[in-house]
Structures are given as structure tokens and as C-alpha cells.
């Protein structure tokens, strides 16, 4: 069965830098999202992608972060210049089409501990 | 603004007996419900959904009942197993493409 993919499983990293957290979406989806879990915490909306630009954002998806699609099959979340703050689980979810009605699927996560 | 509400952190039933897991959102656009489900370590995984234009669906050993004037909405889990004992979250979406999730809900299954 097709499946979310993400890479890594766990990032750390120092305060400042710059990571880049990777998804392979289910492969004949258009729509793309990265959701983020700060631990005990909701899961929450960060960004849609669609059609080689963003659909929507949140209000947490700031300068400071950025999205790629870059060879047709990876879709990357880039976080500039990382805090604490952004210690989190982040997923990315896919879904075949457009609409309401269609189910989003996610990826395992990544873990990201900003140190 | 938690425009989804799942008011239970936690849930304990007994092995065989119905789970029911409670969520309440706000937003009277949202029209396509979801239940998924999550366990340690990993992605929220789809359960269950519902659109808007009904008020039950069922799937095997889950039924997902919507009542839109009270934004209600409700997982039902029988029988219950050890093996449903994960975080369950639901989340809801209208015209947009964003899902709005609650906080979920800590179910444990006892054997």
C-alpha cells in the first residue's frame, strides 16, 4: 500500500541553524501539507502546497520557514534559522485531490530537537 | 482559537465493552469530519470520516455519528480491543484545505 514517507526520524540541532526536513508524498497526490506536534500538544496546521506554490498557511508558517517541491517527488520543510520553540514532531500529509472530501494521509514524522 | 474540541484527554474501557470517544467543534463551515488515530512514535493514521450530508457511517467495529446542530461529533468503538489503546484525534475541514484537529484523546483498552 502506498505510503507518506519522511526523512529523518529524529533531528537535532543547535539553536540558529538551518534544517531541512524531507517527505516523499504518495506518488499520484497533487496536495501536500506539513503539520507540526509540539509534545502534549495538538497537532497543528502548518502550511498547504499545491501546484508549485503555497494555498495556505497558518499563522506559525513565518519567514522563517519555507517549502520546496523540488524534484517532482521530494516536498521539504526549511526552517531558516531554528529556535527552541520549534522542537516538535513535524508531519507531512498528502491527499490525491482537491475538496473536502478526500482523506489526507501522513507520514510517520520527524522528531526535530532544537537544542 | 481551538475551532475542535475533544473535552476527554483520557478514556479507559474494558476489553468488549463500547469505546466512545467525544468532539465538538465550533466552526458551522467545517463539512468533512475525520477520525484518525496515533500511536507512539508515528504519523496520525486514518480511521474513519463523515461528511456533513450524513449523520452516521460505519466501518466494521467503528461508526462515526455527526450532529450538526449541536457540532457534535462521536466515535464509537465496538467491541473495544487492546489493540485500539492510541491517542485518537479528530479533525475537521471545510472550504479550505487545512484540517483543524482536536487534542485528542488517550483511549486505553484493558484486557
Known amino acids: 500500500e502506498p505510503e507518506v514517507t519522511q526523512t529523518p526520524s529524529h533531528q537535532v540541532t543547535q539553536m540558529g541553524q538551518e534544517v531541512i526536513l524531507r517527505c516523499v508524498p504518495i506518488s499520484n497526490h497533487l496536495y501536500f501539507y506539513w503539520y507540526r506536534q509540539i509534545l502534549g500538544q495538538k497537532v497543528e496546521f502548518l502550511v498547504s502546497f499545491y501546484n508549485n506554490e503555497i494555498s495556505e498557511k497558518s499563522e506559525i508558517f513565518d519567514d522563517q520557514f519555507s517549502v520546496e517541491r523540488p524534484d517532482g517527488s521530494n516536498f521539504t520543510l526549511k526552517i531558516r534559522s531554528t529556535k527552541l520553540e520549534d522542537s516538535a514532531m513535524y508531519f507531512c500529509a498528502s491527499r490525491e485531490r482537491g475538496g473536502t472530501a478526500d482523506t489526507q494521509y501522513f507520514g510517520p514524522g520527524t522528531r526535530l530537537t532544537v537544542l | 482559537d481551538q475551532q475542535v474540541k475533544q473535552n476527554s484527554p483520557s478514556l479507559s474501557v474494558q476489553e468488549g465493552r463500547i469505546s466512545i470517544l467525544n468532539c465538538d467543534y465550533t466552526?458551522?463551515?467545517?463539512?468533512?469530519f475525520l477520525w484518525y488515530k496515533k500511536y507512539p512514535a508515528e504519523g496520525p493514521t486514518f480511521l474513519i470520516s463523515?461528511?456533513?450530508?450524513?449523520d452516521k457511517n460505519e466501518d466494521g467495529r467503528f461508526t462515526v455519528f455527526l450532529n450538526k446542530s449541536a457540532k457534535h461529533l462521536s466515535l464509537h468503538i465496538v467491541p473495544s480491543q487492546p489493540g485500539d489503546s492510541a491517542v485518537y484525534f479528530c479533525a475537521a475541514s471545510g472550504a479550505g484545505n487545512q484540517f483543524y484537529f482536536g487534542t485528542g484523546t488517550s483511549l486505553t483498552v484493558i484486557p
Open positions: 466552526n458551522s463551515m467545517f463539512d468533512y
Open positions: 463523515i461528511s456533513s450530508i450524513k
